[in-house]
């Protein structure tokens, strides 16, 4: 029991021995520094360090009998009043806080994914975003890269979660094959004009934008956090879905 609620002191901000000499002295009652060291087994220097510490904190106070100084702790509520001074404390600087992490969220994020297993994580991040998503894709070379049967595996999540797909794909067989089950995969897709050779997966969801190069000694995924990159390549995606052909 003891241990107990010297871990429940200690994560108020105490350390170890400062939560021991608080215990000590509250059963002691008043007593010298050099009975509660005894109590807790340490130096009375080390003790009457401690004691300062607890006594800055209004955890123990003193009286002066006869030339001699008692300490007593005091009453355990203060550790309730301490703890809600600390958090009015940081009640305080909320605002600092929240202007802080706005900055953040702000700035620009890039990652970096290299290699099949790492751009796969994109995949990832697009079911965890929730957001519908707008696609430049060169297909066949894109399932040959990532696998038919994650692609698949892909779009039984993505209907899972009613996410639609805008998709715009060369005009090749397997395309067709994919196109004809657009109305079960909540996807639209069109192809892209043969003067508008594709080479490059561009990904649009959220506030993100994910341009991923298929080159074979290592394909490489730039992830951008950022809603204006975002707008302005969704601005390219539009004018490329206009000229694309519908049927």
């Keep these: 029991m003891r241990m107990q609620v010297q871990k429940v002191i200690e994560q108020l901000g105490y350390t170890r021995d400062e939560a021991k000499v608080y215990l000590a002295a509250l059963g002691l009652g008043e007593s010298h520094v050099s009975d509660i060291a005894q109590k807790v087994r340490r130096p009375p220097s080390s003790v009457q360090v401690i004691i300062n510490k607890l006594h800055k904190d209004g955890l123990m106070n003193f009286y002066v009998r006869k030339r001699y100084k008692y300490w007593v702790a005091e009453n355990p509520t203060r550790l309730i009043a301490r703890l809600r001074e600390r958090e009015d404390s940081v009640r305080s600087v909320m605002p600092q806080l929240e202007a802080l992490q706005h900055e953040r969220e702000q700035k620009p994020r890039i990652k970096i994914f290299e290699g ?3 751009i796969r994580l994109l995949y990832d991040d697009m079911l965890e975003t929730k957001t519908h998503i707008l696609a430049i894709i060169p297909w066949d070379d894109w399932i040959r890269l990532l696998g038919r049967g994650f692609m698949e595996d892909f779009i039984e999540k993505r209907v899972k979660h009613y996410l639609h797909i805008r998709l715009l794909i060369p005009n ?3 395309a067709a094959e994919l196109r004809s ?7 639209e897709t069109r192809y892209v004009p043969d003067d508008a050779p594709i080479r490059t997966t561009v990904l649009l969801y959220g506030a993100k934008a994910a341009v991923v190069s298929l080159n074979r000694k290592l394909p490489t995924a730039v992830l951008i ?6 707008e302005t390549l969704s601005v390219f995606f539009e004018e490329l879905w206009a000229r694309s ?3």
């Design 172 to 174: 090749t067989a397997v």
């Design 181 to 187: 089950r657009d109305a079960s995969e909540l996807r």
């Design 116 to 118: 099949v297993d790492e």
């Design 245 to 247: 052909a519908a049927a």
């Design 225 to 230: 956090e950022d809603a204006d990159v975002h």
